[in-house]
């Protein structure tokens, strides 16, 4: 093979690597992005010093209500709440409804979450409209507090749902029931979905096959609180095992296959950027050999060391750009897919393709550098002395 030949596939390879490497490095930015996103994306709800406890026994069940009061009695804990679900776990079930004035033809699905007195303010929903359900109110089994989404699908508003009436069908018979609150839309479930209609109720037809209890706390000194709610629960609870998790935890659980692709794609980036390198430091090395003699001219003729790094550097540049130009409609594309994954995403700026192109030269002038630095300053004697 001529030379020639043998240095059109080496440039054809840098390119290639710097072109996966560029891809990598935007979507290595797009992800820290996304992550960072969801982490600081408001949720509707309060997700910090929340401690879980499931109730998965008869035993647990029975004795709640005796294990909130007692937790109620430490004056490290603000408020203890019982539901069947919780942020950030799929333990809900949907059901059709319809509005007042409608029929079956025009159900809406509901998303149903069993919650009593105090779930709200556990969780620091916050309440537009009405109220929560409260011990007060011996038919609060009959009503609903309903999120935004809920009202709009059924034809209200927040502001006239109050009172409301909704209708749906159960073992062949009609039954109603009454909306008492509405809560401003929160993220009951991760960013991956969009809000859906959800409706709290406290009646025990719509509870799950586990309880739990969200413990409000106020200390950061979680080890010695665990300690104690652990003592509480086996005092009361002999026979059920103590069990406990943090929301915020729970919540981030749903981003786990995320991380993991994070981890990866930086991990691939590194492996990327590390073989693009080596390619392009061949490449300088092997052009450099080439115009050995062109260099000894040109150093001859009054051309300086700085003349002579640019000149060996352009060629270098001028593929990376290729390559800038090559991965940027690829990394967007596969990015734009990855995003659809997600709810609520970010949107991909200019700034994120700028700063992987920036990134791409930068790794390119710090590789060709030694190369060219050590052509430039030889001694243009030696090189040629054959002449």
Known sequence: ??????????????????????????????IREQMN?????RLGFNKSQKIILPMQTNEANTNSIVLKNELLNNPQIRSVAKGG?????ESITGMLFHAEGKVAADNVELQLAYAEEGYI??????????????????????????????????????????????????????????????????????????????????SPVFSGPTMYLIVDVNT??????????????????PTSPFNYSFLDQDFQKSYEKDERT????????????????????????????????????????????????KLLSK???????????????????????????????????AWVFVMSGVTAIMIALFTVGYQSIKAAVANPVKSLRSE
């Open 37 to 41: 996103y969801l982490s600081n994306e």
């Open 262 to 309: 994070a981890a990866l794609i930086q991990y691939f980036t590194f492996v990327a950027i590390v073989i693009a390198c080596l390619g392009l430091f061949g490449l300088a090395t092997f052009t450099a050999e080439q115009r050995v003699k062109e260099i000894g001219v040109r150093k001859v003729l009054g051309a300086n060391a700085l003349q002579i790094v």
């Open 85 to 89: 679900t919780y942020p950030g776990i």
């Open 121 to 202: 303010e556990t969780l620091g929903i916050e309440l537009l409209n009405g109220r929560g359900f409260s011990k007060d109110f011996a038919n609060d089994a009959e009503n609903l507090v309903m999120n935004e989404e809920a009202v709009r699908k059924l034809g209200y508003t927040p502001d006239n749902a109050i009172g409301k009436k909704v209708y749906y069908e159960l073992q062949n018979a009609t039954h109603v029931m009454s909306i008492i609150g509405v809560v401003k839309d929160y993220h009951y479930q991760s960013l991956h979905t969009k809000i859906r209609p959800l409706a709290l109720s406290i």
């Open 220 to 237: 950061t000194r979680y080890a010695k609180l665990i300690a104690t709610l652990q003592n509480i629960w086996n005092k009361i609870n």
């Open 315 to 349: 060629d270098s540049l001028k593929l990376v750009l290729v390559s800038i130009v090559l991965s940027t409609p690829i990394a967007y594309y596969i990015m734009h897919i990855w995003l659809q994954g997600f709810a609520y995403q970010i949107h991909m700026t």
């Open 1 to 30: 093979m001529n030379t020639l030949g043998a240095l059109s596939i080496r440039k054809g390879l840098v390119v290639f690597q710097f072109t996966i490497s560029i891809v990598l490095i935007l979507g290595a930015l797009v």
